[in-house]
């Protein structure tokens, strides 16, 4: 069974920084895409930057520039650092990992909360 577990959210104050992490543990196909969501409360969950197991990365335009994705295919880790963090950045972070296969499989973190109060 797979399992993804975030850690290093938490209450930064704004134009800090922070860095997330998400650990892959279990079975899956090593051709595969780790992301991260956020959802901030009365949202919808949206995609904030991905990355694939080849080290292709996209961003959502309002991170640009202040996320940066990475990740460690050995270890099946994907980290999350965070700078310039806004009010507006405040949401629960989901990891997301999704398997590029003829049967596509995809897994989610329980998240974590990073708030930054205004």
């Known amino acids: 069974q797979v399992q993804l577990v975030e850690s290093g959210g938490g209450l930064v104050q704004p134009g800090g920084s922070l860095s997330l992490s998400c650990a892959a543990s279990g079975r899956f196909s090593n051709i595969n895409i780790m992301a991260w969501y956020r959802q901030a409360p009365g949202k919808k969950r949206d995609l904030v930057a991905r990355?694939?197991?080849?080290?292709?990365?996209n961003y959502a335009d309002a991170v640009k520039g202040r996320f940066t994705n990475s990740r460690d295919n050995v270890k099946n880790t994907v980290a999350l650092q965070i700078n310039s963090l806004e009010p507006a950045d405040t949401a629960i972070y989901y990891c997301?990992?999704?398997?590029?296969?003829?049967?596509?499989?995809?897994?989610w973190g329980q998240g974590t909360q990073v708030t930054v109060p205004s």
């Open positions: 990355i694939s197991s080849g080290g292709r990365t």
């Open positions: 997301n990992l999704y398997t590029i296969t003829a049967n596509p499989n995809n897994y």
